[in-house]
Antibody, heavy 118, light 107 residues
């Protein structure tokens, strides 16, 4: 059974960078059968796709966030990472990592609430 | 981006009822549509992909249909555990976009 677990700071100051990691167990992030993504959910904007990364490092960004997003895979730790720069209050949300099967999230992490506030 | 509009935004029903939720895409997306169920404080759970294919382990009371721009999720014989918020997701073009959700409440 694949499990994903997000971790990172729950509070980030405006203009700083939000950094999250997602530890994957029960499956390898190096598998070519799947790719991995980040999705966020806020009361104001609902569910929003952030970006996805393939096993070979290819990244597909949401154009609305592209300039601020960085994604990476660490195969030695079987985890993926998300960076979101220059955050504002509008970036306050629950952030989920997910395994993507044919671009559909079939396994999700439990989510982590990140609040942007000084 | 492709816009996905769900209706209704909320719905009340009784245990045993059958309900239908609709998603309409702003342009044709073939059958690249998925459905999710979300309960409070939990991550969404995948129910259906490719408009009508059931994810492994999802009961057959859930069914999906449609292609092009109009899609439906039908839930039959509602049980207490089915009361949740449901979302659709189009993944025909990047970025994938979600509907705004339909909250299904007990009448």
């Amino acid at each position: 059974q694949v499990q994903l677990q997000e971790s990172g700071p729950g509070l980030v100051k405006p203009s700083e960078t939000l950094s999250l990691t997602c530890l994957v167990s029960g499956g390898s992030i190096s598998s070519s059968s799947y790719h991995w993504g980040w999705i966020r959910q806020s009361p104001g904007k609902g569910l929003e796709w952030i970006a996805a990364i393939y096993y070979d490092g290819t990244i597909f960004h949401n154009p609305s966030l592209r300039s601020r997003v960085s994604l990476s895979l660490d195969t030695s730790k079987n985890q993926l990472s998300l960076g979101l720069g220059s955050v504002t209050a509008a970036d306050t949300a629950v952030y989920y990592c997910a395994r993507l099967k044919r671009s559909v999230p079939d396994y999700w992490g439990q989510g982590i609430l990140v609040t942007v506030s000084s | 981006d492709i816009q996905v509009t769900q209706s209704p935004s909320s719905l009340s029903a009784s245990v045993g009822d059958r309900v239908t939720i609709t998603c309409r895409a702003s342009q044709g997306i073939a059958n690249y549509l998925a459905w999710f169920q979300q309960k409070p404080g939990k991550a969404p759970k995948s129910l259906i992909y490719a408009a009508s294919s059931l994810e492994s382990g999802v009961p057959s009371k859930f069914s999906g249909s449609g292609s092009g721009t109009d899609f439906t999720l039908t839930i039959s014989s509602l049980q207490p555990e089915d009361f949740a918020t449901y979302y659709c997701l189009q993944y025909y073009t990047y970025p994938p976009t979600f509907g705004q959700g339909t909250k299904l409440a007990i009448k």
